[in-house]
């Protein structure tokens, strides 16, 4: 049975909304300058990459900042939809995404050899 969206549901989402587009906006101005690479990373020119280019400290952490720019995305743009599709159908919808990266609650196992 769908439940009625509320007032405060409302503002709860579009708050939820709004933080998330600060910091997506935040994490475009600070990466946008470098065009998304802070750190050099070797170009290809059509060459193979080493597995040093992959696993290399800057390609690593140019990756990761992609994919925390990425997940901000994904967390902005839920509330978001979420927001324009309860104020259509007046009907609240659940979380479409939990922030996986930064609150993952299951355990990581570290084999140490």
Same mark, same amino acid.
């Given at each position: 049975?769908?439940?009625?969206?509320?007032?405060?549901?409302?503002?709860?989402?579009?708050?939820?909304?709004?933080?998330? *587009? @600060?910091?997506?906006? !935040?994490?475009?101005?600070? $990466?946008?300058? =470098?065009?998304?690479?802070?750190?050099?990373?070797? #170009?290809?020119?059509?060459?193979?990459?080493?597995?040093?280019?992959?696993?290399?400290?800057?390609?690593?952490?140019?990756? *990761? @900042?992609?994919?925390? !720019?990425?997940?901000?995305? $994904?967390?902005? =743009?839920?509330?978001?939809?979420?927001?324009?599709? #309860?104020?259509?159908?007046?009907?609240?919808?659940?979380?479409?995404?939990?922030?996986?990266?930064?609150?993952?609650?299951?355990?990581?196992?570290?084999? !140490?050899?």
């Amino acid at each position: 049975m769908p439940v009625a969206a509320t007032l405060p549901y409302f503002i709860e989402t579009a708050h939820a909304f709004l933080i998330g *587009f @600060l910091k997506m906006s !935040l994490l475009f101005s600070l $990466l946008s300058p =470098f065009h998304f690479r802070i750190f050099a990373t070797p #170009s290809n020119n059509g060459e193979v990459w080493k597995i040093n280019d992959y696993v290399g400290i800057g390609n690593l952490i140019n990756n *990761f @900042l992609v994919a925390v !720019l990425f997940q901000q995305a $994904l967390a902005t =743009f839920g509330p978001g939809l979420s927001l324009i599709a #309860s104020s259509l159908t007046g009907i609240r919808y659940r979380e479409l995404m939990m922030n996986p990266m930064f609150t993952a609650t299951s355990p990581v196992r570290l084999i !140490l050899i």
